[in-house]
């Protein structure tokens, strides 16, 4: 079973368009994590959600909106996609807020043409 | 916040040889975490060495951290081909966040 996933694992859109990533984890962590990495491998943090509510939402444009409907869900969804947002975007969990270990999905790759 | 910053950025070896790269961060940590990324795919944890800890084993891995230098080093012994990946440091500080830099790129020659 996998613990994180996410879909759709590859997006490819035009610019001005909204699009929407999703992540679910099976481990009954308490909190989920967004991370952007660039084409040089930097990760960086995007939010944090604890229990279904934003506790750390880093410099991020809010053409980004993330969503928690609820504990194992947390969704991307990004308003009027740039050439600068594409990117791999990786959710994690971990059990709780700066607990331990991150659990990481496989990733989507964002492709803005 | 503070990322880490690996060192070397790549690094290439033989089959067999031990690897070593090198973390740096810049304010005081609660733990620092390892982790692995193959190509392609998500990231997936190696090894959690808390603030007072000094070194720390797991299978072919060897964590070591000097809070006094503000460095931490990781040793994969008798390296095999499946070890290519990319690696990552991670210090967790009080902000409640783990940073990550931009890894070391390990190559393997069988």
Known sequence: DTAVSQTPKYLVTQMGNDKSIKCEQNLGHDTMYWYKQDSKKFLKIMFSYNNKELIINETVPNRFSPKSPDKAHLNLHINSLELGDSAVYFCASSRRQGIGEQYFGPGTRLTVT | ?110
């Open chain 2, 1 to 110: 916040s503070q990322q880490g910053e690996e060192d070397p950025q790549a690094l290439s070896i033989q089959e067999g040889e031990n690897a070593t790269m090198n973390c740096s961060y810049k304010t005081s940590i609660n733990n620092l975490q390892w982790y692995r990324q193959n190509s392609g795919r998500g990231l997936v944890h190696l090894i959690l060495i808390r603030s007072n800890e000094r070194e720390k084993h797991s299978g072919r891995l060897r964590v070591t951290l000097d809070t006094s230098k503000k460095s931490s080093s990781l040793l994969i012994t008798a390296s095999r081909a499946a070890d290519t990946a990319s690696y990552f440091c991670a210090p967790y500080n009080a902000g409640n966040m783990l940073t990550f830099g931009g890894g070391t790129r390990l190559m393997v020659k069988p």
